[in-house]
């Protein structure tokens, strides 16, 4: 299921203003907190939304990638500009820029600095016994 109208429209209106990533990285980043809100929900809690820190977050982004692209998760990434963890705060304050999410005053981009390392959460898990393959794009 998509986003609904008015995320939609806040989303269609971030683009116009600021083309630094693609809508399917917003959009990867959106299913990544639902995610994360799932990971986190006690079990046998009602689901309820709760406040999610950067690390849960991408804790969950990476889960959502592996599953999603498997070995390809670190092209895919890179292909919408998405090249370290930075990347991914980035498009959380974007997003709470827009009025799409919500930040605590102790909330910063700065939670997602060197979260990890890309070819270590999307290329290892996939790597044969030896080094890591390394034709990869550059992670920057």
């Given at each position: 299921m998509g986003p609904d109208a008015s995320t939609e429209a806040r989303l269609s209106e971030l683009l116009q203003k600021d083309p630094a990533y693609p809508r399917e990285a917003y959009l990867f980043l959106?299913?990544?907190?639902?995610?994360?809100?799932?990971?986190?929900?006690?079990?046998?809690?009602?689901?309820?939304?709760?406040?999610?820190?950067?690390?849960?977050?991408?804790?969950a982004l990476r889960d959502l990638a592996l599953d999603e692209?498997?070995?390809?998760?670190?092209?895919?990434?890179?292909s919408w500009g998405v090249r370290r963890t930075e990347d991914f705060g980035q498009l959380v304050f974007k997003l709470v820029g827009a009025g799409l999410l919500s930040a605590t005053p102790d909330d910063s981009p700065t939670d997602f600095a060197d979260g990890y390392d890309f070819a270590t959460a999307f290329v290892e898990p996939f790597a044969e016994e030896g080094e890591p393959p390394t034709d990869l794009p550059p992670i920057t």
């Open positions: 959106l299913a990544g907190l639902d995610r994360a809100q799932q990971m986190h929900v006690p079990e046998g809690a009602e689901t309820s939304r709760r406040h999610m820190r950067g690390p849960e977050l991408l804790e692209f498997g070995p390809l998760a670190c092209r895919v990434l890179a």
